[in-house]
């Protein structure tokens, strides 16, 4: 088993760039999560989706889209780059919502110029 | 007040002594607590979910506190291969009914030789 999978793992765009993060779990979970995590700031809910075909907006939404593909992907979307997307990216995954440990993968640094 | 709240450290330990932190939390509904680890520029990782009753695994001892609201990590006899950033992570209701995690920027453990 993989886990979790991110890619890409670094990535550096300038600011109005567009690009998609990919994430993949091979753990049968339901539910997936994107956070991104700054210094001094903790990790922050970004969007998650709680089961297939469904997402919700998190803590710090604006800027972002998402995009359940399948039971096994979940990708964020940065429409319009800013550098206050400057940020290590972290997608992780759970059996459910319902109290269970949250796997994560390896995460993706970005930085916006 | 801010949702979780550790003290960033660092917390500098000598080899083979004990450390121990808190952290409180503000949702008094919150039902779900957990310690998780991250090494640095790393993925975090569950180190132990937190009962009410109490428990330890090995040298880590987690500790539950409703009526003040915190969570205690213990270590004991602190092993270089310690040294990590330690997160407290809390379950929280979203407005939606779903569940989400809220993390605590962590503590930092330095363990010396």
């Known amino acids: 088993n993989a886990g979790v999978t991110q890619t890409p793992k670094f990535q550096v765009l300038k600011t109005g760039q567009s690009m998609t993060l990919q994430c993949a779990q091979d753990m049968n979970h339901n539910s997936m999560y994107w956070y991104r995590q700054d210094p001094g700031m903790g990790l922050r809910l970004i969007y998650y989706?709680?089961?297939?075909?469904?997402?919700d907006k998190g803590e710090v939404p604006n800027g972002y889209n998402v995009s359940r593909l399948n039971k096994r992907e979940f990708s964020l979307r940065l429409e319009s780059a800013a550098p206050s997307q400057t940020s290590v990216y972290f997608c992780a995954s759970s059996f459910g919502q319902d109290y269970n440990e949250q796997f994560f993968g390896p995460g993706t640094r970005l930085t916006v110029l | 007040r801010k949702e979780v709240e550790q003290d960033p450290g660092p917390f500098n330990v000598p080899e083979g002594a004990t450390v121990a932190f808190n952290c409180t939390y503000s949702n008094s509904a919150s039902q779900s607590f957990f310690w998780y680890r991250q090494d640095c520029r790393k993925e975090p990782k569950l180190l132990m979910s937190v009962y009410s009753s109490g428990n330890e695994d090995g040298r880590f001892t987690a500790q539950l506190n409703r009526a003040s609201q915190y969570i205690s990590l213990l270590i004991r006899d602190s092993k270089l291969s310690d040294s990590a950033t330690y997160l407290c992570v809390v379950n929280s209701l979203l407005g939606s009914g779903n569940n989400r995690l809220a993390f605590g920027k962590g503590n930092q453990v330095v363990v010396i030789p």
């Open positions: 989706s709680a089961s297939e075909g469904t997402t």
